[in-house]
Nanobody, 120 residues
Framework: QVQLQESGPGLVKPSQTLSLTCTVSGGSITTNPYYWTWIRQPPGKGLEWIGYMPYSGAAYYSPSLKSRTSISRDTSKNQFTLQLSSVTPEDTAVYYC????????????WGKGILVTVSA
């Protein structure tokens, strides 16, 4: 059973960088053919895809967030990390990490999510 757990600060100040880590157990982040993804949901809004890290290690990003987003990984810890720079209150959301098969966009395993509030 694959399990994912998000961790990081729940409060970030405007203009700073949001940094979250997803720790994976029950499966390796380097296993073909899985992709490891970040998704967020602002209050009262729908889900928004941020980007993903394939098993091969070359990240892909949403065009609308690409200039501010970086996804990296630590294979020794079986973790992948999201960094979102120059945050504004509009980046306030519940952030989820998840896994999906390379041929599908449906996430089959989700973390519980972490609320990140951007506020001074």
């Amino acid at each position: 059973q694959v399990q994912l757990q998000e961790s990081g600060p729940g409060l970030v100040k405007p203009s700073q960088t949001l940094s979250l880590t997803c720790t994976v157990s029950g499966g390796s982040i380097t296993t073909n053919p899985y992709y490891w993804t970040w998704i967020r949901q602002p209050p009262g809004k729908g889900l928004e895809w941020i980007g993903y890290m394939p098993y091969s290690g070359a990240a892909y990003y949403s065009p609308s967030l690409k200039s501010r987003t970086s996804i990296s990984r630590d294979t020794s810890k079986n973790q992948f990390t999201l960094q979102l720079s120059s945050v504004t209150p509009e980046d306030t959301a519940v952030y989820y990490c998840g896994r999906h098969h390379s041929t599908q966009s449906v996430v089959d395993y989700w973390g519980k999510g972490i609320l990140v509030t951007v506020s001074a």
